[in-house]
């Protein structure tokens, strides 16, 4: 499984289809980033919700064992 939109990958996909020509490549595309070229070379796509990317997500701010925070970019999801 590759979850990407971005069509460098396909001569990878090809690659396996070639190699291993009973193994199934799928994609999953993130939200606004499918690519027909992908879809053409893989067995089965689908695409990843707004909603779901969401809900795999840390929480806008973390705190590691020495009270450092991180935040999480104002321009992610």
Request: proline content about 9%; overall charge positive.
């Amino acid at each position: 499984m590759i979850i990407s939109g971005d069509s460098d990958l396909v001569p990878p996909i090809k690659a396996v289809r070639k190699i291993f020509p009973h193994k199934e490549v799928f994609v999953a595309f993130p939200p606004k980033r499918e690519s027909n070229e992908m879809r053409k070379w893989a067995n089965s796509v689908f695409v990843i919700s707004k909603k779901k990317l969401e809900a795999c997500q840390l929480p806008d701010e973390v705190q590691n064992k020495f009270a450092f925070k991180i935040k999480k970019p104002s321009e992610w999801l």
